[in-house]
């Protein structure tokens, strides 16, 4: 296959998970439309970019997954992509330390407010675990599957670490 036809393989699958995504909030948000919406806009809103970020990761993946096939032959990819995901998901362990140190923190301290992000970041940890994941399984070397997977256990582990925490049934809020 010729290298533009592999771009626009990917570029379309990258269209079709949008429109598909874009299809799903639409129906999503005319089925909830009433008074609720109407009052609280910001956090319907915000949970409608939420959704939006899930769908469109899980419709990404036949798109992403043709284009770490398509970049298997270049090393220089892989040990730049394996490099970066430990980067990102040491800002995931930053985010879960600052999370878990705020907990403790007094109300209007620096702490506190770094927590907000923290949360934020946390918050997309599963569709970087999804991607670490994915490429991972497809990486062509040991090293770069060895780094990607971990950057997917950190992952993981700091989102449902976060999860349990908030969610826990027993634990104090």
Not at 4 to 22: E, K, N, P, Q, T
Not at 88 to 97: E, G, P, Q
Not at 127 to 152: I, Y
Request: glycine share 8%; proline share 5%.
């Amino acid at each position: 296959m010729r290298p533009v036809a592999r771009v626009g393989l990917v570029l379309g699958g990258y269209v079709v998970a949008f429109v598909v995504a874009s299809a799903l909030v639409a129906v999503y948000v005319a089925a909830t439309s009433g008074p609720d919406r109407q009052a609280a806009g910001g956090m319907y809103g915000f949970g409608d970019d939420l959704l939006f970020l899930a769908v469109f990761g899980i419709a990404a993946v036949p798109a992403s997954a043709a284009a770490l096939l398509f970049l298997k032959p270049y090393r220089v990819f892989w040990r730049a992509l394996s490099v970066a995901a430990l980067g990102i998901a040491a800002t995931s362990l930053a985010a879960l330390i600052g999370y878990v140190a705020a907990r403790t923190a007094d109300a209007p301290s620096l702490l506190h407010t770094w927590s907000g992000l923290a949360a934020l970041r946390i918050l997309v940890a599963p569709l970087f675990a999804l991607g670490f994941l994915l490429s991972g399984l497809l990486a062509p070397n040991r090293s770069s599957r060895f780094a990607l997977l971990v950057a997917t256990v950190v992952e993981v582990a700091a989102f449902a670490y976060v999860a349990l925490i908030r969610f826990h049934p027993f634990g104090a809020h």
